[in-house]
């Protein structure tokens, strides 16, 4: 498998329904990768504003994951620099308490395809419970507090983060040592990496 067959992919992914039934509207798979890039996001699925606009991480929750990592929205929306690929790639829909788990066909059809392809990623961000019970080992079924608390197990290569949705204010000021220990650690770490050859 070489990284030059990721353009296939992508456009393979792009074009893919295999959610369309369960989906509120039709597929819009969305995400950003090149095999240059050298840190990834995994976040969960797009929200609403990012399914209209196809761009990820086009909302609040972009904006702060940008303020997290000391990063401008030029570096960010590189993909020889930062991969972005969610858990699922097209919004799922809303339930009672916020949007929809990522669909799981998602994951086990393209995930593995994908990552095989960004061979240069150095740095890790599993955003959220699904993509950390992913990423993680032993992740499955830890809570988010419990797995950013122990973010050292992981690092440098890996970094579990809550999600930076506004839905997660109240987690942030519940939560002071996120803000005092995890951001100026993930924001040295993100200058390393973009520092490297």
Same mark, same amino acid.
């Given at each position: 498998?070489?990284?030059?067959?990721?353009?296939p992919?992508?456009?393979? #992914?792009?074009? %893919?329904t295999?959610?369309?039934?369960?989906?509120?509207?039709?597929?819009?798979?969305?995400?950003?990768?090149?095999?240059?890039?050298? #840190? /990834?996001?995994?976040?969960?699925?797009p929200?609403?504003?990012?399914?209209?606009?196809?761009?990820p991480?086009?909302?609040a929750?972009?904006?702060?994951?940008?303020l997290?990592?000391?990063?401008?929205?030029?570096?960010?929306?590189?993909p020889?620099?930062?991969?972005?690929?969610?858990?699922?790639? %097209?919004?799922?829909?809303?339930?009672?308490?916020?949007?929809?788990?990522?669909?799981p066909? %998602?994951a086990?059809?393209?995930?593995?395809?994908?990552?095989?392809?960004?061979p240069?990623?150095?740095?890790?961000?599993?955003i959220?419970?699904?993509?950390?019970?992913?990423?993680?080992?032993?992740?499955?079924?830890?809570?988010?507090?419990?797995?950013?608390?122990?973010?050292?197990?992981?690092?440098?290569?890996?970094?579990? /983060?809550p999600?930076?949705?506004?839905?997660?204010?109240?987690?942030?000021?519940r939560?002071?040592?996120?803000?005092?220990?995890?951001?100026?650690? /993930?924001?040295?770490?993100?200058?390393?990496?973009?520092?490297?050859?």
């Amino acid at each position: 498998m070489t990284t030059r067959s990721l353009g296939p992919l992508l456009r393979d #992914i792009r074009a %893919c329904t295999l959610c369309a039934p369960q989906l509120p509207q039709p597929p819009r798979p969305v995400l950003q990768a090149h095999p240059a890039a050298r #840190i /990834l996001i995994a976040g969960q699925a797009p929200g609403r504003k990012v399914d209209q606009s196809g761009i990820p991480f086009d909302d609040a929750s972009g904006d702060r994951l940008r303020l997290w990592m000391g990063i401008d929205s030029e570096t960010f929306y590189d993909p020889t620099v930062v991969a972005i690929v969610p858990m699922g790639f %097209c919004y799922p829909g809303t339930g009672t308490s916020g949007d929809l788990p990522p669909r799981p066909e %998602c994951a086990t059809t393209w995930r593995e395809r994908v990552l095989a392809r960004l061979p240069n990623i150095k740095l890790t961000l599993a955003i959220g419970q699904y993509a950390q019970a992913w990423h993680l080992d032993g992740g499955a079924g830890s809570a988010v507090t419990e797995a950013v608390r122990a973010w050292r197990t992981h690092w440098p290569a890996m970094l579990p /983060l809550p999600h930076p949705s506004p839905r997660n204010n109240v987690w942030l000021k519940r939560n002071p040592w996120f803000d005092e220990e995890v951001i100026p650690a /993930l924001r040295e770490r993100v200058r390393q990496v973009l520092e490297q050859p």
